[in-house]
């Protein structure tokens, strides 16, 4: 199981570091993903990570302000989100399939869903 925590309120320019933990033991096995859902839009590809960390990937909307990493002894992915816009106000999900699939952009290729955390960008 997933769980997805450190939404919340900031103004544009802020900060905020989102945070996907696991229960899982086998956790350091699996890519994990963020996606983010605003309201009446579909669900969209923000930053997957591979399972060792060395590779990360980010959606064109985001690069260069957020940053995906991993502590895998933590059983936990991180996304850190700096220069927030009004824009990237939604409710971000957390997702992981095992092992290395090149789909990662697409959220059906995830076999597990945290249950995502709103985050609301003022201006």
């Known amino acids: 199981q997933l769980q997805a925590s450190g939404g919340g309120l900031v103004q544009a320019g802020g900060s905020l570091r989102l945070s996907c933990a696991s229960s899982?033991?086998?956790?350091?096995?699996?890519?994990t993903g963020w996606f983010r859902q605003a309201p009446g839009k579909e669900r969209e590809f923000v930053s997957n990570?591979?399972?060792?960390?060395?590779?990360?990937y980010y959606a064109d909307s985001v690069k260069g302000r957020f940053t995906i990493s991993r502590d895998n002894a933590k059983n936990t992915v991180y996304l850190q989100m700096n220069s927030l816009k009004p824009d990237d106000t939604a409710v971000y999900y957390c997702?992981?399939?095992?092992?290395?699939?090149?789909?990662?952009?697409?959220?059906?290729?995830?076999?597990?869903w945290g249950q995502g955390t709103q985050v609301t960008v003022s201006s």
């Open positions: 990570i591979n399972w060792s960390g060395d590779r990360t």
């Open positions: 997702a992981a399939f095992l092992g290395y699939r090149s789909d990662y952009l697409d959220p059906g290729a995830y076999d597990f």
């Open positions: 899982g033991r086998t956790f350091s096995r699996y890519a």
